[in-house]
Nanobody
Framework: QVQLVESGGGLVQPGGSLRLSCAAS????????MGWYRQAPGKQRDLVAT???????NYADSVKGRFTISADNAKNTVYLQMNSLKPEDTAVYYC?????????WGQGTQVTVSS
């Protein structure tokens, strides 16, 4: 079992920045991939970025060049640095971990980009 707790969401103006954190606990040594997904009202949950246990990263085209995913293995935490935020980035952001064929999700954190 893996438990995930997100933090760092909030309200920010267009062009601003936020950093999301996802703290993992439990069977963390079995985690192969961690990532961030987002879901806007009335829309499906979409991939934002992933990072593998080896450090390889992948990004959705819509966030390339603006968002950066990173991991601090000593703290069992994954981060999502979001710069140049746009109103269309508004969504609930969810942390995800893939471990032994199972998906684990955090509770989500709201990000609102508005003036």
């Amino acid at each position: 079992q893996v438990q995930l707790v997100e933090s760092g969401g909030g309200l920010v103006q267009p062009g601003g920045s936020l950093r999301l954190s996802c703290a993992a606990s439990g069977s963390i040594f079995s985690i192969k991939v961690m990532g961030w997904y987002r879901q806007a009202p009335g829309k499906q949950r979409d991939l934002v970025a992933t990072i593998t246990s080896g450090g390889s990263t992948n990004y959705a085209d819509s966030v390339k060049g603006r968002f950066t995913i990173s991991a601090d293995n000593a703290k069992n935490t994954v981060y999502l640095q979001m710069n140049s935020l746009k109103p269309e980035d508004t969504a609930v952001y969810y942390c995800n971990a893939w471990s032994r064929g199972d998906d684990y999700w955090g509770q989500g954190t709201q990000v609102t980009v508005s003036s």
